[in-house]
């Protein structure tokens, strides 16, 4: 349970008319003036940051006007995953509206692997031969790479939020907030990250006065840069939130035909939010990028022709499908395997791989199996002679770090402290899988292996309702950063049995005495159903049946109540 300051709480109510609860949630996430609780509940656009503090975009700036003086040929090399899609359709289409000469690659999961590897550069220059080469979400690290293409007379400029190597790849422009505590406090993706660079490019072009660039909108990236920025799970907090919130309105009437069919075939209603974003649209975007290669995806968010927009959709449905299939198959081979040797003492970072696993698939099956045992959990899958992997990790365990610290058994590493890959000879596998739980013991506390149910306030169930309900969503957008409100509702009871729903959900009638309400309890599977009197740790959301709208419960967790 939160504690938040009564007097901050009391004030913020006080000075801004808020409801206790909705003062007390703010708090919660460390907004605590006035000040801060404006910009949080009325994001604004015009508050966004001079583009022109992140690190090296004035040299990126003046050799991507130098390319286009020159009507020299630009290529923007890019990544599969949905962020790398969107930033790469962000800047394809402004360079391409404004005057650049522009084209794209977008590297090949399986056959190439992530980031401008060699593989990967030597089949782009095979394409599209250049002298000057834009990587967006990667390349902080690729430093062999950027220095193969520079001994070919290639210009590299790099646009990335990942973690950078030491030394640093020889980048004629590495633009990555990370080389700047002043520009590293918004944890931009490289899709915001784009609309950045977008927005640095045009205020250059109107001061040079060149045609175009006064009337261009740069709003109308804002449905792409939400889809990256949704999709690649950066926190939902400062600018981030700004162009999340602006975003999401654009994407609900979005005029790109792509995204129109896309919103079709996935069954995507009215209003956008993160969940449509995140578990509808963004799902099938990543799809092709984790089976083959993400062209389609890009494709489709640039495309201007209904019939192809309407196949291209089709298209990555199906392919959605296939991934759902790989993965359920996947994540049950590992989990029993991991079931069936997990020793909770010597596993504090679960390390499992197969040769059959596919790559594409492997950072989800991660996330599957680090819900089940709260560790960080590598998965790996099989890639010629090397296996590659996937890693999703917990709060207190910085995972890029742990492999930077592993990177004498590794081929390639890199990403974040939640979220990271690398590349290994399966034969070192379990010496990786010994250091990597060595260096857990060093950095680990207990507290981080135990599943957190964090509650914004304690609330009696007859003071829910749907106003309050409403209320709650001027919080919106929720994201990492900015969690769902979860509230804490005790000394409840069952109104009527509770229902079994499709063998892995319940729904169910709780009531303190009066009204009852509505809980459904997503993904229960053999968990036990609450009894007698019990205490509810739930989401209250809208739920609508018929037209008809109503409060509803998703229940989070339970345990029983305490003895009056």
């Not at 190439?112 to 990587?135: D, F, I, K």
């Not at 162009?243 to 009215?270: F, I, W, Y």
């Not at 081929?411 to 990271?420: L, P, Q, T, V, W």
């Not at 968990?527 to 709208?549: M, W």
């Amino acid at each position: 349970m939160a504690t938040p300051s009564p007097e901050s709480t009391e004030a913020l109510r006080r000075e801004r008319g808020l409801s206790g609860l909705v003062a007390t949630c703010l708090v919660n996430r460390g907004i605590v003036t006035t000040e801060a609780a404006d910009a949080f509940l009325d994001p604004r656009l015009k508050s966004l940051s001079d583009p022109m503090v992140l690190p090296d975009i004035r040299l990126a700036i003046d050799r991507l006007f130098l390319a286009r003086e020159r009507n020299e040929s630009l290529v923007i090399f890019g990544d599969y995953d949905v962020d790398g899609v969107t930033s790469t359709a962000i800047l394809t289409e402004v360079f391409t509206t404004l005057g650049w000469q522009c084209s794209q690659y977008l590297p090949h999961r399986r056959d190439e692997g992530y980031g401008l590897s060699q593989a990967g550069v030597e089949n782009c220059l095979a394409r599209h031969p250049t002298s000057l080469l834009l990587a967006v979400d990667c390349g902080s690290t690729a430093v062999e790479a950027i220095g193969w293409l520079n001994s070919r007379g290639v210009d590299v400029l790099v646009l990335d939020h990942h973690q950078l190597s030491d030394p640093l790849p020889p980048a004629l422009a590495l633009v990555n907030p990370l080389r700047s505590p002043e520009a590293a406090i918004v944890p931009f993706c490289s899709a915001g990250l784009a609309f950045k660079l977008a927005h640095a490019l045009v205020k250059h072009g109107r001061e040079l006065g060149l045609a175009g660039f006064d009337t261009y909108n740069l709003k109308t990236l804002l449905d792409l840069v939400a889809l990256g920025t949704v999709a690649d799970l950066v926190p939902l907090i400062g600018e981030n939130r700004i162009l999340v919130h602006a975003g999401l309105e654009r994407l609900d009437g979005t005029s790109r035909l792509g995204l129109q069919a896309l919103k079709r075939v996935s069954r995507t209603r009215s209003p956008m939010g993160v969940y449509e974003v995140g578990f509808q649209l963004g799902p099938r975007l990543n799809a092709a990028g984790r089976l083959e290669t993400a062209e389609d995806a890009l494709r489709l968010l640039l495309c201007d022709r209904e019939s192809e927009a309407q196949s291209l959709a089709e298209v990555l449905d199906l392919q959605n499908r296939e991934r759902q299939e790989v993965e359920k198959r996947i994540a049950q081979e590992a989990g029993e395997r991991v079931r069936s040797r997990f020793d909770p003492q010597r596993d504090l970072v679960i390390v499992e791989g197969d040769s059959s696993w596919h790559i594409g698939v492997v950072g989800i099956v991660a996330s599957r199996v680090l819900r089940e045992f709260h560790r960080p959990t590598l998965i790996l899958g099989g890639d010629g002679t090397l296996w590659r992997g996937s890693g999703r990790s917990v709060s207190g365990f910085d995972l890029a770090g742990a492999l930077r610290d592993c990177s004498d058994l590794l081929e390639k590493h890199g990403g974040h402290a939640m979220a990271a890959g690398l590349s290994i000879d399966p034969a070192r596998v379990e010496a990786f899988r010994q250091r990597i739980n060595d260096l857990a013991r060093e950095r680990l506390r207990p507290e981080h292996l135990q599943p957190e149910v964090r509650i914004d306030a304690s609330i009696a169930l007859r003071s829910l309702s749907l106003p309050v309900v409403a209320d709650l969503r001027r919080l919106e957008p929720f994201g990492m950063g900015n969690p769902v409100v979860q509230l804490a509702i005790r000394g409840l009871t069952h109104a009527r049995p509770p229902q079994r729903l499709k063998e892995q959900h319940w729904k169910f009638w709780v009531t303190d005495g009066g009204t009852p309400v509505e809980t459904v309890w997503w993904g229960a599977g053999d968990r036990p159903v609450p009894e007698g009197r019990f205490d509810l740790a739930v989401i209250p959301e809208a739920g609508d049946y018929g037209g008809r709208r109503f409060l509803q419960l998703r229940l989070i967790d339970w345990k029983p109540s305490d003895p009056a």
